[in-house]
């Protein structure tokens, strides 16, 4: 599994992982196949690893976001917005936290394993522009997770 993102909430860390095999030999679009996977953690008590002293580390890219609010309308409206308004392309926007997801094809909100309800919406995740970019065949991920049951679940769409 390769680690794509971590989510923040005011109460829970939400680490998003997917199949690093070729493409086409996990099913990662599916979130209960196994070839991908989030996890729920609560945020207090949480610390940063300490990285080794001696031996090889690894951490060939790593990048930091900025996130701006678009209050009162629908994700892709708000991803053209900002767009209009920074003068940058709309693909430089890497997702939204909370709202209501944008789907690419049919609605596929999880139910819970452990309560068997929905689970509710936590973030949608694009591919972005750069050479970490994530390979969502062209489409969108999107991580939901029941607080109660500390579960969550990843899935995309193309």
């Not at 953690?41 to 300490?50: S, T």
């Not at 909370?98 to 999880?110: A, I």
């Not at 819970?112 to 970019?133: D, K, N």
């Amino acid at each position: 599994m390769q680690f794509l993102a971590q989510v923040l909430t005011q109460e829970h860390v939400v680490p998003i992982f997917m199949c690093q095999n070729e493409p086409g030999l996990c099913d990662e679009w599916d979130p209960r196949a196994g070839g991908n996977t989030a996890f729920v953690f609560p945020r207090d008590g949480l610390a940063a690893a300490q990285v080794p002293a001696e031996g090889e580390t690894k951490l060939p890219e790593a990048s930091g976001i900025t996130s701006t609010v678009i209050d009162g309308v629908p994700y892709e409206e708000a991803r053209q917005q900002w767009a209009t308004d920074t003068g940058r392309v709309r693909r430089e926007v890497l997702g939204q936290l909370g709202g209501e997801p944008s789907w690419l094809q049919c609605d596929e909100t999880p139910s819970c394993r452990s309560c068997a309800q929905p689970m509710p919406f936590v973030a949608q995740l694009e591919q972005g522009l750069s050479r970490t970019e994530i390979n969502f065949g062209g489409g969108s991920g999107y991580v939901f997770a029941c607080w109660p049951c500390t579960e969550a679940t990843f899935l995309w769409q193309s």
